[in-house]
């Protein structure tokens, strides 16, 4: 079952705009990830936050983790035409000791040149 | 480093074959991967964790016998669809855990299995 809700679910600017996703979850987490898939590709690991953080930079990518309202956002600055592709949020689950993630139904960026 | 392989990338077959699917964690050993099924515009459903030696841990409704997986070694780890019908059509991810970066899962780059 599917954990994360994103949103939205399709999001579409123009080249040099910022791009905010959001993503909730329902249980308790320890680290929180974003990954980005270009179309008919594999996923790329973007960043990844703990529970006990709040904020996390990695280049032009910026997450926040809120764990009272269980919810993060990725902000992406300057959005280039290259930053166009699915973005998901996947929170861990350890049941019985064995890691598994669980993915958000992802956000579809489109950034126009 | 932390490079994930997936062969084939594409493959085509008739309804009631067998389709094998590899995937290789190229500089790394990788004592779990995971193995996901994506259907179009739709987020990656875990199918199962495949262990080292040990059997695979399946998710609830995935047929175990349809599915087969095999870890032989930390490097592979192999998905077996077999008497795939057209439903099975899919995108087929898998990702592998690094000792280096336990929280991190590596994702090949996927296969694309349709069956005619």
């Known amino acids: 079952s599917q954990q994360g809700e994103e949103d939205p679910q399709a999001l579409s600017i123009q080249e040099g705009e910022n791009a905010t996703m959001n993503c909730s979850y329902k249980t308790s987490i320890n680290n929180l990830q974003w990954y980005r898939q270009n179309s008919g590709r594999g996923l790329v690991h973007l960043i990844l936050i703990r529970s006990n953080e709040r904020e996390k930079h990695s280049g032009r990518l910026r997450v926040t983790l809120d764990t009272s309202k269980k919810s993060s956002s990725l902000l992406i600055t300057a959005s280039r035409a290259a930053d166009t592709a699915s973005y998901f949020c996947?929170?861990?689950?350890?049941?019985?000791?064995?890691?598994?993630?669980?993915f958000g139904q992802g956000t579809r960026l489109t950034i126009n040149p | 480093g932390a490079v994930v392989s997936q062969h084939p990338s594409r493959v085509i077959c008739k309804s009631g074959t067998s389709v094998k699917i590899e995937c290789r964690s190229l500089?790394?050993?990788?004592?779990?991967m995971f193995w996901y099924r994506q259907f179009p515009k739709q987020s990656l459903m875990l199918m199962a964790t495949s262990n080292e030696g040990s059997k695979a841990t399946y998710e609830q409704g995935v047929e175990k016998d349809k599915f087969l997986i095999n870890h032989a070694s930390l490097t592979l780890s192999t998905l077996t669809v077999t008497s795939a019908h057209p439903e099975d059509s899919s995108f087929y991810i898998c990702s592998a855990l690094s000792g280096g970066a336990p929280d991190t899962q590596y994702f090949g780059p996927g296969t694309r299995l349709t069956v005619l």
């Open positions: 996947a929170t861990d689950v350890y049941p019985q000791g064995a890691q598994k993630l669980v």
């Open positions: 500089d790394f050993q990788a004592t779990t």
